[in-house]
């Protein structure tokens, strides 16, 4: 009799690491994030700067904006808005330096540099801008 309960033991004890194995494989097979779907795809945006202008000259990214003398050091003589490429700087051509707050406060442009987002045409040493989503000062 007891020859039959050790058979009968190893075969429950065979029987339940079966069941565990199996549960464990099902659930790593059903994970996820829990947030989406395996039909959502998910957007790939570039969140970092520009490095270079490109040929047909349309910038459309991510860039450094600020005051083109007080922190980009272009050598104008006067306070106005540009943008940086890489190791470039454009001067930004309709858009004044204050039309987004006082430039000269503690967190406007001649006292900071931030990134902004643009679309345009860069002609020389000046970028005109089609598109630009600034944030708040």
């Given at each position: ?46 969140k ?10 349309y ?6 904006i ?29 858009v ?12 406007g442009y001649?006292n ?5 987002y ?20």
């Amino acid at each position: 009799m007891s020859v039959l309960n050790k058979s009968k033991g190893n075969s429950m004890r065979v029987l339940a690491m079966m069941f565990t194995v199996c549960a464990l494989l099902l659930s790593e097979v059903q994970a996820g994030c829990g947030g989406c779907g395996p039909s959502k795809t998910h957007k790939s945006e570039k969140k970092g700067l520009l490095e270079s202008v490109p040929r047909n000259n349309y910038v459309e990214g991510n860039v450094l904006i600020s005051c083109g003398m007080c922190n980009f050091m272009n050598g104008d003589n006067d306070c106005a808005l540009a943008i940086k490429v890489g190791s470039k700087v454009f001067s930004v051509k309709g858009v004044g330096i204050d039309d987004h707050g006082d430039s000269h406060a503690k967190d406007g442009y001649c006292n900071v540099i931030k990134k902004v987002y643009v679309e345009g045409r860069v002609r020389g040493k000046s970028f005109t801008a089609n598109k630009m989503e600034f944030p708040s000062i």
